[in-house]
């Protein structure tokens, strides 16, 4: 493990956001993982400088953004990191100040979505699958009900990269999937746009079951440019 004094004294004017910046550069220079324990508070006083109050803001900076957590009487300890509450809690900030559009999340779609899809089918797993399913078997039982089915359309979509086995894809497709389930409420839709949607999700899901790479692609451009036409006003197919 580093030494602690990786953590350079902090002025006291920075205060708890400094702090939890340095504390976040300590777990990650650490390697520390799920489970692991930080110093004890005594400990981080005197790598940090700071006073004790501070430090305990510091914490409950990182206890909301899923970073760490406090067990009584035992100490701070090192979460798993969940990157889909992540971006859970930022996307409605990324779609305001960032000015993203839902335009500018299919553009990246159309090209990530293919590439997901594609590695998914050479990499699912069984339990995949069987989550797949029952995200399909969600949208279907609440293709009338537009904040049920979106909740099954995304589930679907994650797990997708999740099957791709490969973390970098799965990061990618959080974030894309928080902002645009954000902005997707905003615009038209029908119970007809999600039957034609569910159609398209279910070609996808038999081209990754068959392990069918090319044809998992296509089916994942297909529904995105469908879904630009579904979804963003005036989007042309040939645009995508």
């Known amino acids: 493990m580093a030494s602690v004094d990786i953590i350079a004294p902090v002025r006291r004017e920075t205060l708890a956001e400094a702090i939890a910046e340095k504390l976040i550069q300590y777990i990650g220079a650490n390697r520390l993982r799920r489970g692991d324990k930080l110093p004890s508070e005594r400990e981080m006083v005197e790598m940090t400088g700071a006073s004790r109050l501070p430090l305990r803001e510091a914490i409950c900076i990182l206890k909301g953004l899923g970073i760490v957590e406090s067990q009584h009487g035992k100490g701070v300890f090192v979460k798993k990191l969940d990157i889909a509450a992540v971006f859970g809690m930022l996307s409605p900030l990324l779609r305001t100040q960032a000015d993203i559009d839902v335009s500018h999340v299919f553009d990246v779609r159309f090209s990530l979505d293919a590439g997901v899809a594609e590695a998914a089918a050479a990499n699912r797993t069984d339990e995949n699958l069987r989550a797949m399913r029952e995200a399909l078997e969600g949208m279907r039982g609440n293709v009338d009900r537009q904040e049920e089915y979106v909740k099954f359309d995304m589930q679907f ?11 970098v894809f799965q990061i990618m497709m959080t974030s894309i999937s928080d902002l645009l389930k954000e902005l997707q409420f905003f615009y038209d839709d029908s119970i007809e746009y999600r ?14 079951e068959k392990q069918d790479g090319p044809r998992a692609q296509e089916a994942a451009r297909t529904h995105l440019r469908n879904a630009a036409e579904r979804i963003v006003p005036g989007r042309k197919r040939d645009h995508l």
């Open 195 to 208: 039957g034609g949607a569910l159609t398209e999700h279910e070609e996808i899901y038999d081209a990754v």
């Open 157 to 167: 979509h994650l797990e997708l990269g999740r099957a791709t086995n490969n973390p």
